[in-house]
């Protein structure tokens, strides 16, 4: 219901990126967070202790928390409380609502009732995210690591607060462009993934290595990961 009574809904669908205002780039922090993530992988390949295998899967947990939270700030942006009708539909809402069998539509015209409603959905939806145990914030006590990573979420989170009620337009272009990016990479991962994992076990099968000792499967899967998101915010930088 939104989508028709939002007047800028036929933006949505342009898919092209939205981050570039004329020549200048807005925001290089993802690009830096994920070659950061590489080179300390890396890193950890020659000096044990800088990622074990205890701060990958707290990187990994952060990662899940930060891709459930971009999920329900897209569901937010697209319920949007902060916009209400546009002229033209609120006219075409009041004539309808004159109709005997429509006259329940006045409800909606009146105040911010509309935008109410759509702030108790948004209310529900985090509300069930919590209660399904699907949103769990990182544990702060896991470490620098963690809360330095906690902290870029949080950081994260609150900018995108701010540019959906500042901006909710921009904000939906955004979020749905940075959503079809999360899902090419992750796609892309998967596949890179499990031929590079699938290459590592016979290579250990044919000269009799342990898998455990030569490489952390964790670690592989992270690596390329920030490595794909890394080349794919390159190239929403150059776009």
């Known amino acids: 219901m939104n989508k028709y009574l939002d007047k800028d809904s036929d933006k949505l669908v342009v898919m092209d990126n939205p981050n570039i205002k004329g020549n200048k780039i807005e925001n290089f922090t993802p690009l830096a967070f994920h070659v950061v993530i590489i080179v300390l992988i890396l890193i950890s390949c020659f000096t044990p202790g800088v990622l074990n295998a205890e701060r990958i899967n707290i990187l990994i947990s952060d990662g899940i928390f930060q891709f459930v939270s971009t999920m329900l700030i897209v569901i937010i942006g697209l319920i949007n409380p902060f916009i209400s009708f546009s002229p033209e539909i ?100 998967f596949f890179i993934s499990v031929g590079l994992i699938l290459v590592i076990f016979l290579i250990s099968t044919v000269l009799k290595l342990d898998l455990d000792k030569l490489v952390n499967i964790q670690g592989v899967i992270l690596l390329v990961y920030n490595v794909v998101m890394a080349y794919n915010e390159y190239k929403v930088l150059n776009a």
């Open 90 to 189: 609120r006219l075409k809402l009041e004539q309808k609502a004159s109709e005997t069998d429509f006259e329940w539509l006045n409800w909606f015209l009146r105040n911010k009732n509309w935008q109410l409603v759509k702030a108790f959905f948004c209310i529900a939806v985090v509300a069930y995210f919590i209660y399904k145990g699907y949103l769990v914030i990182p544990d702060l006590n896991k470490g620098t690591l963690s809360g330095i990573a906690i902290v870029l979420i949080l950081f994260f989170v609150f900018g995108n607060l701010v540019q959906l009620i500042k901006e909710p337009t921009i904000f939906k272009r955004k979020t749905l462009f940075r959503l079809s990016m999360l899902y090419r990479s992750f796609k892309l991962s």
